[in-house]
């Protein structure tokens, strides 16, 4: 730290030899850096304030029924948007600044000076915002903050009509489409109802009722085809074991008597072995009891006698005549169940079918209606929507939503508030002396001077022997008194200098002031 020290006021001692180098560049650097301030133009800002209302006594009664806009968002969005070049356009032509553009190069010029000129500013959790223009002309920027809030206001409450009116247009073209879809699906659902009719959902029965239905009779008709088919058997087996005729020595009987007795000794038999539900004992109940009734009908007509061969041989034995009968009727009754049987399974397959064409028919219509469901809920909230848009624009157009209020209105401002010529002033002079001392610095470093004998031995890598000191005579002691003097003299000089060029500009004399 010691070495370093030193090192540094030994660069001071060189630097010194350079002096009036520093002092005439730190003046020449002040005066032209002070004349140049004092002849910088005036710039005068003029102010406004404006509250932005956006509580309103409607918003809470209408909600649910309009569209709440962010009306907050839309104001900050408008300080974004109120330097785009449109609104600097309309801004220049407002105060007429556009009067003296000749070419769209002028034009931009105006344009690219109100971008530096005008400013806003709003306060954190208020919605009072600042707007402020700068000129050299002072009635020129009281109008540039009267046109700012103009457009402001105009723009602000613009955007949100014309982003009602391109909600409702948007709107209105949606419906429009999915108007022309709606009347499609309902012309396809229309013309598949009308191709389909017969196999539609709630058409021709519930086919599932109807087929357990068949499904039922069938299983009756194959019992009572079964039921025949074994009484036709047993009447077959019985026919077997009967005689067709008696001969002439033996006793007749009636027709039915004998075969009626035969059957309930049969019925004795199967009843030992099975009970009376039985399908063989209910057949042959069935056929005594048909015998019976054909034996009465016989008596009370009178016809019964016995029938002879027509040889001659024998008399024909009525019991088998009967039972030929009765197998005659077993057999076609046995045809009748089967068709029967036959017709149940067709309708059973037709139905299956048709179920399976009545469930494909159902598939699709559904597909059909939940398109048809979807189009249509769009459909109707578009409508609502719809309602909605033309209701929040009415309340728009009617009623104020956002209000604006003047808080403090531009104003003529009487001081200009730039340049700030003593803080400029202050920093050329700062300018003028670091720049002298560098410059000196910079003299020192090119012209360098051996002050110790420690720096001339670390760079010749020599051994020095010794030095010889300086021994002032009088003379030269009062000519560096003197020098030091008039050194100290152009600094105060040039403090003196800057004193008096602040002392004028409290009071307003600059040369600006003098040329106007």
């Known amino acids: 730290m010691h070495e370093l020290l030193q090192q540094g006021l030994a660069y001071l001692k060189v630097a010194s030899r350079y002096k ?27 102010e406004a304030k404006v509250y932005v209302d956006t509580r309103s006594i409607l918003r809470p009664l209408l909600h649910g029924l309009t569209i ?23 801004i220049a032509r407002m105060t007429d600044l556009d009067l003296s553009a000749k070419d ?22 208020s919605n009072i915002f600042t707007m402020s223009a700068e000129d050299s002309d002072p009635q020129l920027a009281k109008r540039l903050v009267q046109a700012m809030l103009t457009v402001f206001v105009e723009e602000a409450l613009g955007e949100a009509r014309r982003d009602s009116d391109t909600a409702q247009r948007f709107l209105d073209q949606q419906i429009r489409e999915y108007q022309r879809r709606l009347q499609a699906a309902e012309k396809a659902i229309e013309d598949f109802k009308r191709k389909n009719y017969g196999l539609l959902p709630g058409q021709g029965g519930d086919l599932y009722t109807e087929l357990k239905d068949m499904h039922a009779k069938l299983e009756d008709a194959k019992l009572a085809l079964q039921e025949a088919i074994d009484r036709r058997n047993e009447i077959a087996r019985q026919l077997e074991d009967e005689e067709p005729v008696f001969d002439e020595f033996g006793q007749p009987i009636g027709p039915y008597e004998a075969r009626i007795q035969e059957l309930e000794a049969r019925l004795n038999e199967l009843l030992l072995k099975y009970t009376e539900r039985h399908p063989e004992v209910v057949t042959i109940k069935r056929t005594i009891a048909q015998l019976r009734r054909r034996q009465e009908q016989m008596l009370a007509d009178g016809t019964e006698e016995e029938a002879a061969f027509p040889g001659g041989e024998g008399t024909l034995n009525p019991i088998f005549q009967q039972m030929k009968i009765a197998l005659s009727e077993a057999e076609a009754n046995v045809a009748s169940l089967q068709a029967r049987v036959k017709n149940y399974e067709r309708r059973i397959q037709k139905i299956q079918e048709e179920m399976d064409a009545r469930l494909r028919v ?29 209701l929040s624009e009415s309340v728009e157009q009617n009623t104020d939503t956002v209000k604006f209020r003047i808080v403090d209105p531009p104003q003529v401002p009487s001081k200009p508030s730039a340049p700030n010529r003593i803080l400029l002033s202050a920093a050329v002079l700062g300018a003028g002396f670091a720049v002298g001392f560098g410059l000196t610095i910079l003299l020192a470093l090119l012209r360098p001077t051996f002050v110790t004998t420690q720096q001339l031995r670390e760079v010749v890598g020599l051994p020095v022997l010794g030095s010889v000191s300086m021994n002032w005579v009088d003379r030269v002691k009062r000519q560096k008194w003197r020098e030091f003097v008039q050194f100290c003299g152009a600094c105060a000089g040039l403090l003196l200098l800057f004193a008096g060029l602040i002392i004028m500009e409290i009071k307003g004399i600059n040369l600006y002031s003098i040329n106007i």
């Not at 806009?69 to 974004?80: E, F, G, I, K, S």
């Not at 769209?104 to 959790?125: D, Q």
């Not at 699709?364 to 033309?390: C, H, M, P, S, V």
Request: charged share 25%; hydrophobic share 45%.
């Open 20 to 46: 009036w180098w520093g002092v005439a560049t730190a003046w020449i650097i002040c005066l032209a850096g002070w004349a140049f301030v004092s002849q910088m133009p005036d710039q005068y800002k003029a």
């Open 68 to 90: 709440q806009p962010d009306v907050n968002a839309q104001v900050r969005l408008m300080t974004r948007l109120l330097f785009t070049r449109p609104n600097l356009e309309k």
């Open 104 to 125: 769209e190069k002028a034009m931009e010029a105006i344009v690219n000076r109100l971008k530096g000129s005008l400013a806003i500013a709003s306060a954190r959790r």
């Open 362 to 390: 159902e598939t699709e219509l559904k597909n059909l209606n939940r398109d048809y469901g979807t189009i249509k809920r769009n459909f109707e909230a578009l409508l609502a929507r719809r309602e909605q848009a033309r």
